[in-house]
Nanobody, 121 residues
Framework: QVQLVESGGGLVQAGGSLRLSCAAS????????MGWFRQAPGKEREFVSF????????VYADSVKGRFTISRDNAKNTVSLQMNSLKPEDTAVYYC??????????????WGRGTQVTVSS
């Protein structure tokens, strides 16, 4: 069983940047498709991005395309999400997870407690 811990969230002004990190323990991530989803208060879970096991393929939600970049370091057992040009509508708790179905409707497992991202206008 893999345990995931997200970090890097915070409060930032619109237009700013944050880099989220996801550290794994218990098992290597190298054979998994990994991704991020987010959930804002009162809203449904929203897919953000995923990355293939090799890192050679990435997919983004239209809402973040061109602003967010997902990456992974299998040697360090980490996944990251670089978020630029942040908007108030990006405010949410962000979760790192393993994708068990990397296409809509996305299915996730093993997500951590999440990290709060708040973007002020």
């Amino acid at each position: 069983q893999v345990q995931l811990v997200e970090s890097g969230g915070g409060l930032v002004q619109a237009g700013g940047s944050l880099r989220l990190s996801c550290a794994a323990s218990g098992r290597t991530l190298s054979s998994y498709v990994m991704g991020w989803f987010r959930q804002a208060p009162g809203k449904e879970r929203e897919f953000v991005s995923f990355i293939s096991w090799s890192g050679g393929s990435t997919v983004y939600a239209d809402s973040v395309k061109g602003r967010f970049t997902i990456s992974r370091d299998n040697a360090k057992n980490t996944v990251s999400l670089q978020m630029n040009s942040l908007k108030p509508e990006d405010t949410a708790v962000y979760y790192c997870a393993r994708l068990v179905r990397p296409h809509p409707p996305y299915e996730y497992t093993n997500w951590g407690r999440g990290t709060q991202v708040t973007v002020s206008s």
